[in-house]
């Protein structure tokens, strides 16, 4: 073993209380420890704040992360703080009294780390803050959102490159959870890391169990879930709108479920409440837009839930990778239906953004709509998406129940050619309702007024109820051989491939829905998704086995575990931080597995490391005692 690696471990241990190195990031640690430019792409939870942390402590000077959210910064500063390290950051939160001490223990060496947002770090002010300093490093955080390309594009980050620019000596390292290959790309121009070395690890996160189903009744839907599932236990539902999130977490409260609602439309008060609420607290689900959750290391989220389709699968990747960051098992929960998609087209065509960036938000939502509508693994399909072959997990909906396919040829040419007629009887086109009438037979107000009783598609869609026909057009969308004219009252319309199915030149294969009353009694099996193991993260890693019993075997006292939560919990409301930044629930449940009663032994618990041994051991081994 290399001696930088020595004393990388040394680190590892002492000031983070982890046994051993993840993959990659012995690696990663040693090459920006020793002067390298490195670009990490690594899975939520994946332990990617330890590849610029541990090599922060290991360098002179002070580490500068640049962050994007206020809460991402103060989570972490809270953690590290805990661990005993100095950390600080400089964001809007701060009085001006508080931001100049700040920066007076920067520049005299005082801090470790310093936590920095994009557009404070690109200012005069504060490139020149860091003429002053003694830098070990440069972190770049959230790396993707250099991408005008990507979903969470930010304009601050373009700017970056200067800091190659003015401090070409400081080491550099960008990270990502969420990157293709195009973007990857773009990261390594934009910021100017042509020489960087990459590591990419798999996009792979076997702890969550990824569930997709049709929008029925999506709020009476997500109550079962919840209820069923995950009642008690910390969430996030996301809603496309501010009139959703408040309405679906209005109806959870009043269901028993400690839901919050959380978007922009709140004051900047009202938000850190709920935010810390729903931190500091056990058992809260936060109902929110996609505004809320970037950069939150809350580990103990057990569900994310989307009430509505997200627009990419960069982004629901993202978003759902907010579960389960303890390695626990967690789950991805989505229900979306025909509104979605017709909503979703509908929001990209009539953006004023430039056509190559709607054709490429246009294909962002086919591989969406992809992901939802496949028969296949999903988490085959989603690691696929981010170029990355694996074998079917066995722990998605359709691993666990295997989707019905047919040939949807005839069904297609059914609804292609109740278009064609609707229109051409009446001289303009019609909404999926009004044609799922006529397939079905079904004698409406408006059929009836129309005439198209009297056409030769009426009642041809019989066999098949309104929610199974919902479910084939979705399909057609999806593969583009039906539109929906924005401009005229979201209206079908053929497109040039319909003829290639309507003359049988095409064949289909379409998902079988069942029909709704068999839907409702099949939305997945109650099974729990598998916990992944995690080293050197917030997971418990590295176990050792008790009395000849592996660890993850041994029985978890369950009074001794809430006792230990409780402990923690008035620990971090003395402190006034997360109960998480205390220990993690996976050190807590070793705890209660491991039942230490001295310090050596609760030394070996994954996340104690030498300043939470001394800080709290005494008060730990007290309540293992009292619950003997």
């Given at each position: 073993?290399?001696?930088?690696?020595?004393?990388?471990?040394?680190?590892?241990?002492?000031?983070?209380?982890?046994?051993?190195?993840?993959?990659?990031q012995?690696?990663?640690?040693?090459?920006?420890?020793?002067?390298?430019?490195?670009?990490?792409?690594?899975?939520?939870?994946?332990?990617?704040?330890?590849?610029?942390?541990?090599?922060?402590?290991?360098?002179?000077?002070?580490?500068?992360?640049?962050?994007?959210?206020i809460?991402?910064?103060?989570?972490?500063?809270?953690?590290?703080?805990?661990?005993?390290?100095?950390?600080?950051?400089?964001?809007?939160?701060?009085?001006?009294?508080?931001?100049?001490?700040?920066?007076?223990?920067?520049?005299?060496?005082?801090?470790?780390?310093?936590?920095?947002?994009?557009?404070?770090?690109?200012?005069?002010?504060?490139?020149?803050?860091?003429?002053?300093?003694?830098?070990?490093?440069?972190?770049?955080?959230?790396?993707?959102?250099?991408s005008?390309?990507?979903?969470?594009?930010?304009?601050?980050?373009?700017?970056?490159?200067?800091?190659a620019?003015?401090?070409?000596?400081?080491?550099?390292?960008?990270?990502?959870?969420?990157?293709?290959?195009?973007t990857?790309?773009?990261i390594?121009?934009?910021?100017?890391?042509?020489?960087?070395?990459?590591?990419?690890?798999?996009?792979?996160?076997?702890?969550?169990?990824?569930?997709?189903?049709?929008?029925?009744?999506?709020?009476?839907?997500?109550?079962?879930?919840?209820?069923?599932?995950?009642?008690?236990?910390?969430?996030?539902?996301?809603?496309?709108?501010?009139?959703?999130?408040?309405?679906?977490?209005?109806?959870?409260?009043?269901?028993?479920?400690?839901?919050?609602?959380?978007?922009?439309?709140?004051?900047?008060?009202?938000?850190?409440?709920?935010?810390?609420?729903?931190?500091?607290?056990?058992?809260?689900?936060?109902?929110?837009?996609?505004?809320?959750?970037?950069?939150?290391?809350?580990?103990?989220?057990?569900?994310?839930?989307?009430?509505?389709?997200?627009?990419?699968?960069?982004?629901?990747?993202?978003?759902?990778?907010?579960?389960g960051?303890?390695?626990?098992?967690?789950?991805?929960?989505?229900v979306?239906?025909?509104?979605?998609?017709?909503?979703?087209?509908?929001?990209?065509?009539?953006?004023?953004?430039?056509?190559?960036h709607r054709?490429?938000?246009?294909?962002?939502?086919?591989?969406?709509?992809?992901?939802?509508?496949?028969?296949?693994?999903?988490?085959?399909?989603?690691?696929?998406y981010?170029?990355?072959?694996?074998?079917?997990?066995?722990?998605?909906?359709?691993?666990?129940?295997?989707?019905?396919?047919?040939?949807?040829?005839?069904?297609?040419?059914?609804?292609?050619?109740?278009?064609?007629?609707?229109?051409?009887?009446?001289?303009?086109?019609?909404?999926?309702?009004?044609?799922?009438?006529?397939?079905?037979?079904?004698?409406?107000?408006?059929?009836?007024?129309?005439?198209?009783?009297?056409?030769?598609?009426?009642?041809?869609?019989?066999?098949?109820?309104?929610?199974?026909?919902?479910?084939?057009?979705?399909?057609?969308?999806?593969?583009?051989l039906?539109?929906?004219?924005?401009?005229?009252?979201?209206?079908?319309?053929?497109?040039?491939?319909?003829?290639?199915?309507?003359?049988?030149?095409?064949?289909?294969?379409?998902?079988?829905?069942?029909?709704?009353?068999?839907?409702?009694?099949?939305?997945?099996?109650?099974?729990?998704?598998?916990?992944?193991?995690?080293?050197?993260?917030?997971?418990?890693?590295?176990?050792?086995?008790?009395?000849?019993?592996?660890?993850?075997?041994?029985?978890?006292?369950e009074?001794?575990?809430?006792?230990?939560?409780?402990?923690?919990?008035?620990?971090?409301?003395?402190?006034?931080?997360?109960?998480?930044?205390?220990?993690?629930?996976?050190?807590?449940?070793?705890?209660?597995?491991?039942?230490?009663?001295?310090?050596?032994?609760?030394?070996?618990?994954?996340?104690?490391?030498?300043?939470?041994?001394?800080?709290?051991?005494?008060?730990?081994?007290?309540?293992?005692?009292?619950?003997?």
């Open positions: 073993m290399s001696d930088l690696l020595a004393r990388a471990t040394r680190v590892l241990q002492d000031v983070f209380g982890y046994p051993g190195f993840r993959p990659d012995a690696q990663i640690i040693t090459h920006v420890a020793g002067g390298g430019d490195v670009l990490v792409l690594m899975p939520t939870g994946g332990g990617k704040s330890l590849c610029y942390q541990v090599p922060a402590l290991l360098r002179d000077g002070v580490g500068v992360v640049v962050s994007p959210l809460a991402l910064m103060q989570d972490q500063v809270a953690a590290l703080k805990e661990a005993g390290v100095r950390a600080e950051f400089l964001n809007s939160t701060l009085d001006w009294r508080q931001a100049q001490e700040i920066e007076r223990r920067a520049a005299a060496g005082e801090l470790d780390l310093l936590y920095l947002a994009p557009e404070r770090l690109v200012t005069e002010r504060g490139l020149a803050l860091l003429d002053r300093l003694k830098i070990a490093l440069f972190a770049i955080d959230e790396a993707h959102c250099v005008q390309w990507g979903h969470d594009f930010r304009q601050e980050y373009l700017q970056l490159a200067v800091l620019e003015r401090y070409p000596s400081v080491p550099r390292i960008a990270l990502t959870a969420t990157a293709d290959a195009a990857r790309r773009e390594i121009e934009r910021l100017h890391l042509r020489k960087a070395r990459s590591f990419v690890q798999s996009f792979d996160r076997p702890n969550i169990r990824y569930r997709i189903a049709e929008k029925d009744s999506p709020r009476r839907q997500l109550l079962r879930f919840i209820r069923e599932e995950h009642f008690g236990e910390s969430g996030i539902v996301y809603a496309l709108s501010r009139k959703s999130v408040e309405e679906t977490a209005q109806m959870l409260a009043q269901n028993g479920v400690d839901a919050l609602a959380y978007h922009a439309g709140f004051t900047a008060v009202e938000r850190e409440e709920r935010q810390t609420r729903f931190i500091e607290e056990d058992g809260v689900v936060v109902v929110a837009t996609i505004a809320f959750g970037m950069g939150i290391d809350k580990p103990d989220v057990r569900f994310v839930a989307h009430i509505d389709l997200p627009k990419s699968v960069e982004g629901y990747y993202q978003e759902t990778g907010r579960a960051r303890d390695g626990a098992p967690a789950e991805a929960w989505m979306y239906g025909l509104a979605d998609v017709v909503q979703q087209r509908r929001l990209i065509d009539q953006s004023e953004a430039g056509e190559a054709r490429a938000a246009h294909a962002k939502l086919d591989a969406m709509l992809g992901l939802c509508e496949t028969v296949r693994c999903r988490r085959q399909y989603l690691l696929e981010f170029g990355e072959a694996s074998a079917p997990c066995g722990n998605c909906d359709n691993c666990l129940e295997p989707p019905a396919q047919f040939d949807g040829t005839e069904a297609a040419q059914k609804l292609l050619s109740c278009i064609y007629r609707c229109e051409q009887a009446s001289g303009f086109a019609f909404g999926a309702q009004h044609i799922i009438d006529v397939l079905r037979g079904e004698r409406t107000d408006k059929v009836l007024e129309r005439g198209h009783d009297r056409i030769s598609t009426f009642g041809i869609g019989a066999d098949r109820d309104a929610q199974q026909w919902r479910a084939v057009l979705r399909q057609l969308l999806t593969m583009r039906v539109a929906v004219d924005h401009e005229h009252w979201n209206v079908l319309r053929l497109t040039e491939t319909s003829r290639e199915v309507l003359t049988g030149a095409r064949r289909l294969t379409l998902r079988q829905e069942l029909p709704r009353s068999a839907a409702r009694k099949s939305e997945g099996r109650r099974r729990k998704p598998r916990a992944a193991s995690s080293a050197g993260s917030s997971a418990s890693a590295g176990a050792t086995p008790l009395d000849g019993v592996p660890l993850e075997e041994a029985p978890l006292d009074a001794l575990f809430q006792a230990l939560r409780e402990w923690r919990r008035g620990v971090a409301r003395e402190h006034g931080v997360p109960a998480y930044t205390v220990l993690h629930d996976s050190s807590l449940r070793e705890i209660a597995r491991r039942r230490p009663l001295s310090s050596d032994s609760l030394a070996e618990v994954s996340g104690v490391g030498a300043t939470k041994l001394a800080r709290y051991g005494e008060a730990i081994i007290e309540v293992v005692r009292a619950q003997q």
